[in-house]
C-alpha cells in the first residue's frame, strides 16, 4: 500500500504528543546570548548533537518566546548543560521571570561568542548560530561550537516524567 493509499487517522492531538515526549528523557540546558540586541536567556531540554565536522548542534526556540528576537538579531549562543543541584536556575530561566532576575541568580562569564557561560555548568559549549530553519511554531537554530568547557565530574540532571532526576556516573553501567 502506498503511503496516498493509507486510511485517513484522526491527528495525534497536542496533548497526546506531549504525553508521549514527557517519556523521552533529555538533558537541561540555559541557552544564553548577547550581543547588539542585549542579554537574554532561557531552558530548554530542545538540544541536539548534528555534527562533529565542524562541530555543529542545534536548539530549538518557540517563536513566541520573549527572547526569540535576541537569539535572532545577536547570532550567537551558549548551550550551558545543567549539573544536578540547579534545578533551580532551570525554573527561573524557563519562566515568566524578568531577564535581570535569571541572570542575577548565578555568575557568568565569556568566551570567544559573548555569549554568558554558566559558572559551575556541566558543560559549555559556545557558538555561532549558522543557520535558523523554520519549522512548525519553533525556530531550530543550527549553531558551530567555537569553544568548549567542561566540568563534569559532577553528576547531570535529566528531565524526565515532567521532572528533574539528578544521574550520577555510577549509574552509567
Ligand atoms: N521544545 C519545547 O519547546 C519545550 C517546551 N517546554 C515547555 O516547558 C513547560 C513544561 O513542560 P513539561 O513539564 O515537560 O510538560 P509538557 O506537558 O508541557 O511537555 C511534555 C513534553 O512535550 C514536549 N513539548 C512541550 N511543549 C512543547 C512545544 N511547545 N513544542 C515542542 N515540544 C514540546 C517536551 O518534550 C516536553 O518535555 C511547558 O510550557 C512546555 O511548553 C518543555 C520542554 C520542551
Ligand atoms: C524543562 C524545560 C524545558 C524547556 N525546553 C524548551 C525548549 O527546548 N525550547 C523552547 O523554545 N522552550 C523550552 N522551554 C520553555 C522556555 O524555557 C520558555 O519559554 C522561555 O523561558 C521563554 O519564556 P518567556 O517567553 O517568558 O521569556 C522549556 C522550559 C522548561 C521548564
Request: with cysteine.
Amino acid at each position: 500500500m502506498s503511503v496516498h493509499e493509507l486510511p485517513l487517522l484522526p491527528e495525534v492531538s497536542q496533548q497526546a504528543f506531549r504525553d508521549a515526549m514527557s517519556g523521552l528523557g533529555a538533558a537541561v540546558n540555559i541557552i544564553t546570548t548577547d550581543g547588539p540586541a542585549g542579554r537574554a536567556g532561557f531552558t530548554a531540554t530542545a538540544v541536539c548533537s548534528v555534527s562533529d565536522t565542524p562541530p555543529t548542534l542545534l536548539v530549538c526556540l518557540n517563536r513566541n518566546a520573549s527572547v526569540w528576537p535576541l537569539f535572532r538579531d545577536n547570532g550567537v549562543l551558549c548551550v550551558n548543560t545543567l549539573a544536578a543541584g540547579q534545578e533551580s536556575l532551570s525554573t527561573l530561566f524557563g519562566g515568566k521571570t524578568p531577564m535581570t532576575e535569571r541572570f542575577a541568580a548565578a555568575r557568568w562569564h565569556t568566551q570567544r561568542s559573548g555569549a554568558p557561560l554558566l559558572q559551575g555548568a556541566l558543560m559549555a559549549f559556545d557558538c555561532t548560530i549558522t543557520q535558523v530553519v523554520s519549522v512548525a511554531t519553533h525556530d531550530i537554530l543550527f549553531s558551530n561550537v567555537m569553544a568548549l568547557e567542561r566540568h563534569d565530574a559532577q553528576p547531570g540532571l535529566m528531565w524526565f516524567d515532567r521532572r528533574y532526576h539528578a544521574l550520577s556516573r555510577q549509574d552509567a553501567r
